[in-house]
């Protein structure tokens, strides 16, 4: 069994299982690395992988924090259903005083053997969430256009690794899949100015609801 961790109340619960509902909604068979070392659980989630260290295609991360009731110490790596099936018990129980998540058993994933850096990020201007929507929408939009029905496995994810890797421009480096993760995961506000940060090979899409860390595009 897994160490177990307390979330704090029922509103970072329920905040929780939005997040991952929107995760597994981008990857159905999706994992979650949650982290803690103190009183913040740092839940991470990869809706775009290329499926390999050694591959040049693009990684996206999304990271959502929250507040734990008492300090934990926990690095694993579970199905993302897995977590959701205990918040939804939680939740759905009108007796529940206590946010226990206990799981059973850590995974592995090439993804989570990726740690983009924990200091020296430079902050490097904003992007209006208007324009990061609707290059998340085109970037959608070509995806679909690309893929015949017929069109799977290695074609298939190479095709989506060239469009959402390719830089939204030469100036920031962000790659496109990082808007399409941003608005997947639901953390862009309508009109608003999402801080932008570098460091080390990586770019980072900051807003009020979450993070997400990519690795810098380098095909534009």
Not at 165 to 194: C, H, M, Q, Y
Not at 210 to 219: E, M, N, P, Q, S
């Amino acid at each position: 069994m897994i160490n177990p961790f307390f979330l704090a109340d029922e509103q970072t619960a329920a905040d929780l299982q939005s997040f991952l509902t929107r995760a597994k909604r981008l990857d159905p068979e999706g994992l979650v690395r949650l982290r803690a070392f103190g009183s913040v659980l740092a839940a991470y989630v990869a809706p775009i992988f290329a499926g390999s260290l050694m591959d040049g295609g693009p990684t996206v991360l999304g990271l959502r924090t929250c507040e734990l009731d008492r300090p934990a110490e926990i690095d694993v790596l579970v199905p993302i259903s897995a977590v959701l099936e205990r918040l939804a018990r939680l939740l759905g129980d009108s007796e529940t005083k206590e946010f226990k998540i206990q799981l059973v058993d850590t995974q592995r994933a090439p993804w989570a053997g990726i740690s983009p850096p924990r200091q020296g990020w430079q902050a490097a201007g904003t992007i209006n969430e208007t324009r990061l929507t609707q290059i998340a929408r085109d970037g959608i939009a070509e995806v679909a256009a690309s893929l015949p029905e017929s069109v799977g496995g290695p074609i298939a994810a190479r095709i989506r690794g060239e469009i959402w890797g390719r830089g939204i421009d030469l100036e920031t480096k962000v790659p496109t899949g990082a808007a399409f993760a941003a608005a997947g995961l639901g953390f862009l506000t309508e009109n608003e100015e999402v801080g932008l940060y570098e460091a080390e090979g990586w770019v980072r899409l900051s807003s009020a609801h979450g993070h997400v860390l990519a690795k810098a595009a380098t095909k534009f």
